[in-house]
Every structure is written in structure tokens, then in C-alpha cells.
């Protein structure tokens, strides 16, 4: 397995939208072991295709307090949602910064695991944010997007600034 380079925002690849996946194979299965690699050792709670720069619809989560409960959606699509909550969320390409974002409470989503087989969950709580939150990465959107301009624009300062500050 190989750790994946995970695109920083403003990166322009972040806002491309994946294309789903015709058909789970090797190749396809590598790559999700990959990306759980990545995110294990990044380290997070989630990670989409899209922020690795493959740009298909592919997300793997893992919630759990030992790491070792990959949930992986392929070509995920959302079926059903109820409820409103807001959560802090953070992003792997938006390191260190976190803020406030609505979503739904409850959502029931379809997808294909790693052997191309079809499934649907119901989540509520962590995982239906992280879920929505990937998601929206395969749609080309970042969580800061969903923020004010005016916290998009400190966001964008606050990034800057620390490229510009020696390692």
C-alpha cells in the first residue's frame, strides 16, 4: 500500500466532481486500501477520492476509537435525509482549521462496498456528517465553501500566512 499526497485547499483539483465508478476491480480495491492508509496515517476520520486527485466516486470513513472499521461507499447517492444538525467539522485538506456547518441529522444512503455490491445505511450523528461531508467532495466542494465569504477570505489569509512562515 502506498500513502496518497492529499490536495490542500485552494488546490482548483478540489472542486472538480467525480465520475462513478463503472466497475469494482483490482485496481479499484487498491486504490480504496490506499486512501484508508492515507487517512489512517494523515491522521483522519474520513477521505474522498477526490482529495488524493483521483476524481471518482469513492469515499472510505472510519469512526471508530481502533481504527480498524472501514466503511467504504462507492458512487454513494443519499436516499433519504431528515433532521438538521450543526457540527465543527475540519478537513485533511484544510488542516487545522474547523468550523460550524449545517447538515442533516439522519440520512439513509445507497452505495457498492469493495466487492461491487450494493448496500444501503442508515446514519445519524458522526457518520452522516462525515458521510455528507465526503460527499460533497465528490460533488467538487470543500466544507469551506459552505461558509460566509468574509470566513472564506480569513481562511484564504490564514492559509497564506502560514505558507509563507518557514517549516
Known amino acids: 500500500m502506498a500513502k496518497l499526497p ?15 465508478v463503472k466497475q469494482v476491480d483490482d485496481k479499484i480495491r487498491q486504490l480504496i486500501k490506499d486512501m484508508g492508509e492515507t487517512m489512517y496515517a494523515a491522521p483522519g476520520v474520513g477521505l474522498a477520492a477526490t482529495q488524493v486527485d483521483v476524481h471518482q466516486r ?5 469512526q471508530s476509537p481502533t481504527r480498524d472499521q ?21 478537513c485533511l485538506s484544510v488542516p487545522g482549521i474547523y468550523d460550524k456547518v449545517t447538515r442533516a441529522q439522519n440520512i ?36 469551506v465553501d459552505k ?14 500566512k502560514r505558507q509563507r512562515e518557514p517549516a
Open 6 to 20: 492529499i490536495l490542500l485547499y485552494p488546490d482548483p483539483r478540489l472542486h472538480t466532481k467525480a465520475i462513478p
Open 58 to 62: 469513492i469515499i472510505v470513513i472510519d
Open 70 to 90: 472501514l466503511h467504504v461507499f462507492i458512487n454513494p447517492e443519499i436516499v433519504e435525509s431528515a433532521g438538521v444538525a450543526d457540527c465543527e467539522e475540519g
Open 108 to 143: 439513509r444512503v445507497r452505495a457498492l462496498d469493495e466487492r461491487g455490491a450494493s448496500f444501503e445505511l442508515a446514519a445519524d450523528g458522526l457518520l452522516a456528517v462525515c458521510i455528507q461531508h465526503e460527499m460533497d467532495h465528490l460533488e467538487g466542494k470543500v466544507f
Open 147 to 160: 461558509l460566509s465569504r468574509l470566513k472564506r477570505q480569513r481562511i484564504l489569509s490564514k492559509i497564506k
